[in-house]
């Protein structure tokens, strides 16, 4: 008696999806499995690896970046979900040239990095939450921290940089 084979096909091609967003003002078009999250397609796709990748359930913000504007948390965010929309990772928020933005510039004039790793998240939430207030508190921006964790402790470079936005004075040395 003959064997009886079954033929399984799980091509990854048969069971993906096409996905169209833009990317630090590049468009991008990808074809997925529909369980691919943003965090692994930005990184691993697109080679874009200052995102990081660490708790994996969106309690430290290392994987934080901008939808439409909004920071989110691009380890609980599934391919399928930026479709049409806008993604801006640390990557896309230096100034032309890869010069640092303001708020880079405030982290590294303050020491507020101590092994790195949280920083570009941090960088990313700062940057939404300015994008919708323009003149926040001290507190305001410490809330808008509030999804990211340093775990080498030391907030102090942190809060200052807080400190110099909350007061203005980054704006009156033209780093706007």
């Known amino acids: ?12 091609e048969d069971q993906g999806m096409t996905v ?11 074809k997925l499995p529909p369980e691919r999250r943003v965090v692994d397609l930005i990184r691993s796709d697109c080679g874009l690896t200052g995102t990081k990748v660490s708790c994996e359930v969106g309690r430290c913000g290392a994987c934080m970046v901008l939808v439409d504007g909004r920071p989110m948390n691009s ?25 640092v933005n303001h708020i880079q510039q405030l982290f590294l004039e303050e020491g507020a990095l101590q ?13 939404g939450y300015l994008k919708k207030k323009s003149d926040p508190s001290h507190e305001d921006l410490k809330d ?9 402790t030391g907030y102090g470079g942190i809060h200052r940089v807080l400190e110099q936005i909350a007061d203005g004075s980054w704006k009156k040395e033209g780093k706007t």
Not at 1 to 12: C, Q, Y
Not at 144 to 152: I, K, T, V, Y
């Open 144 to 152: 808008a921290l509030s999804g990211n964790l340093c775990r080498c």
């Open 1 to 12: 008696m003959k064997p009886v084979t079954k033929t399984l096909h799980h091509k990854e």
């Open 75 to 99: 380890c609980l965010l599934m391919a399928y979900q930026i479709d049409g929309r806008r993604i801006d990772t640390i990557e896309g928020l230096s100034e032309k040239d890869s010069q």
């Open 115 to 127: 092994c790195g790793y949280c920083t570009p998240g941090m960088i990313v939430s700062l940057s």
């Open 20 to 30: 169209q967003f833009t990317l630090n003002g590049e468009e991008v078009e990808q």
